[in-house]
C-alpha cells in the first residue's frame, strides 16, 4: 500500500509540473462559507465552482463535462481511487477484468448514502495565492484528479453546489494535490470554520502566514497548541488522541480506553466537517450529559429538542463573547495539550428562549467513540500538518477577538 501511494505522489507531482515554481508566495488561500439550511460548509474553486467541505472523503468529485480526460486502469492514481471502492456501489467488472481501459470510481453522497459508478478524470483548478493577508493572484494547478459524478448525487446538498472535495489523508485529496512539493508548498492546510452564513471563512495550503483583523492583523498560528493526528489503517479521516474530558475542570469518569481505536478500525477520536454536532457513543455521552446537568443545575431546564437531550433556558445563562456562560469543556489531547469549548461552541441556540448543549448520542454501536463536527470547530482555528502528522488547534478565536470571518478577502497585487 504504501508503494502505491508513494507511485501516486510521484505522478502528481509530475502532473501538476506545469506551473512555475518562482511564485513569490507560497500559500493557497480559498473562502469558505456555511449553508444554515444542511449544516455544511462550501469552499470554492475556479473562483465560482462551489465544493462541499470533507476531511474524510478518499478523493473528490463534481459533475463533469460529457467530454472529458480519461485516465488508464494501470496509472497510479487509479490505482489509488480503487482502493476506497464504496461497498454502495454495485461491483464494476469493466475495472476488474484483463479488458480494462478506463478507471471506474464510486463517488458517495455520505449524506444519502448514494453511490454511482464514475470515471476518474482531471481538472484544472485555480485558487489565489496569499502573503498571509490578502490574496495577490491566481495561480492554475493543473491535471487534478477527481472522480466525474452524475447530477442525482447533488440531491439534499445546498443548492449551486458542484461537487465534494476531498481534504482527507488519501493521495488524492486536494490537501496532498494542492501542496505540490516542486512549488514550495508546505505539505500542509488550515481550516476555519465561520458560524455565520455571510461570513467567509477560509481554507489555505501551505505554511502561511495566516493574518486575521483582530481588530489590528495578528497571525493566529500564535495561538496554536499541537497534538499528533493519528492514522486508522482502515479509514481515510484524521483522528487525534484523546485522554480525557474535563467539565468546570471536573473530570468525566470515563474509561481511558474508552476512546481507543480497536482490531477494525472502530472507536477513536475523528473530526469531521460533515457532521454538523459532536457524536459519542453511548457510553460515554451518558455520563457526559450526567456531569453537565450537575455543572448546570442552577440554570432552569426546558422541554429537550430534537436531536439533543439536554437543553436549558437560555434567558436565564449570561451571555459573553465566548457565548454563553455555561460551564467550559475540555479535551484532553495527547501531547498534554487541551482543547476548551465554550459556550459558542457547547450550545445551540434553538430558539428565542432555549438553548441545547450541541453533543448527540451516537449509540451503543457507534462507529467512533467521538466524532468532533463541526459546530464544535466553528471559529477555531485548525492547521493539518500533514508533513508532520500534527493538529494545531487554536480553541475559539473569539477569545482573541477574532472569527474565522475575518480574512480579507480583498485581492492585493
Known amino acids: 500500500m504504501y508503494l502505491v501511494q508513494a507511485l501516486v505522489l510521484l505522478a502528481l507531482a509530475l502532473a501538476g509540473s506545469h506551473v512555475s515554481a518562482f511564485q513569490p508566495y507560497k500559500t493557497l488561500v480559498a473562502p469558505i462559507t456555511k449553508d444554515t439550511t444542511t449544516s455544511l460548509y462550501s469552499t470554492t474553486l475556479n473562483f465560482r465552482e462551489n465544493y462541499i467541505v470533507d476531511l474524510g472523503a478518499p478523493f473528490s468529485w463534481y459533475t463533469c463535462p460529457y467530454k472529458h480526460p480519461l485516465v488508464t486502469c494501470k496509472a497510479p492514481p487509479c490505482v489509488s481511487a480503487r482502493s476506497y471502492l464504496s461497498p454502495l456501489c454495485p461491483p464494476s467488472s469493466s475495472s476488474t477484468n484483463n479488458l480494462c481501459q478506463n478507471c471506474i470510481t464510486t463517488p458517495v453522497n455520505p449524506l444519502t448514502k448514494t453511490c ?12 489565489y495565492l496569499t502573503n498571509g493577508g490578502n490574496p495577490t493572484s491566481s495561480i ?20 449551486g453546489t458542484t461537487g465534494w472535495t476531498s481534504l482527507s489523508w488519501a493521495p488524492l485529496a486536494l490537501s496532498t494535490q494542492l501542496t505540490p ?7 500542509r492546510f488550515a481550516m476555519c470554520l465561520p458560524s455565520v452564513p455571510n461570513g467567509k471563512g477560509t481554507l489555505f495550503f501551505g505554511s502561511g502566514p495566516y493574518f486575521f483583523r483582530s481588530p489590528a ?6 495561538f496554536l497548541s499541537y497534538t499528533p493526528l493519528i492514522k486508522n489503517p482502515k479509514s481515510s479521516d484524521y483522528y487525534i488522541g484523546l485522554d480525557s474530558i474535563s467539565i468546570a475542570g471536573k473530570a468525566v469518569r470515563i474509561p ?5 481505536i480497536d482490531s477494525v478500525g472502530r472507536g ?18 451518558d455520563v457526559f450529559v450526567k456531569e453537565f446537568k450537575i455543572a448546570t443545575k442552577s440554570i ?18 449570561a451571555s459573553t463573547r465566548l457565548g454563553l456562560q455555561v460551564p467550559q469543556i475540555s479535551l484532553q489531547v495527547a501531547g498534554g495539550k487541551t482543547w476548551t469549548i465554550y459556550g459558542a461552541n457547547s450550545m445551540k441556540q434553538v430558539n428565542k428562549d432555549v438553548a441545547c448543549l450541541a453533543f448527540v448520542d451516537g449509540g451503543k454501536a457507534a462507529k467512533h467513540a467521538v466524532a468532533i463536527g ?5 471559529d477555531n482555528f485548525l492547521v493539518f500538518d500533514l508533513a508532520q502528522s500534527m493538529l494545531g488547534f487554536s480553541s475559539s478565536l473569539l477569545g482573541y477577538t477574532t472569527t474565522c470571518a475575518n480574512f480579507d478577502f480583498t485581492v492585493k497585487p
Open 116 to 127: 454511482s459508478l464514475s470515471d476518474l478524470t482531471c481538472q484544472n483548478i485555480t485558487l
Open 140 to 159: 492554475n494547478l493543473n491535471d487534478i484528479y477527481m472522480s466525474c459524478a452524475p447530477g442525482y448525487l447533488l440531491k439534499s446538498l445546498p443548492s
Open 181 to 187: 512539493p516542486q512549488l514550495g508548498i508546505t505539505k
Open 217 to 222: 492583523l495578528v497571525d493566529v498560528s500564535r
Open 256 to 260: 481511558g480506553k474508552a476512546f481507543s
Open 268 to 285: 477513536g477520536t475523528v473530526l469531521s466537517t460533515v457532521i454538523p454536532y459532536t457524536i459519542l457513543r453511548s457510553d460515554i455521552f
Open 300 to 317: 432552569p431546564e426546558t422541554k429537550k429538542e430534537k436531536p439533543f437531550e439536554y437543553c436549558l433556558k437560555s434567558s436565564a445563562i
Open 374 to 378: 463541526s459546530h464544535q470547530m466553528e
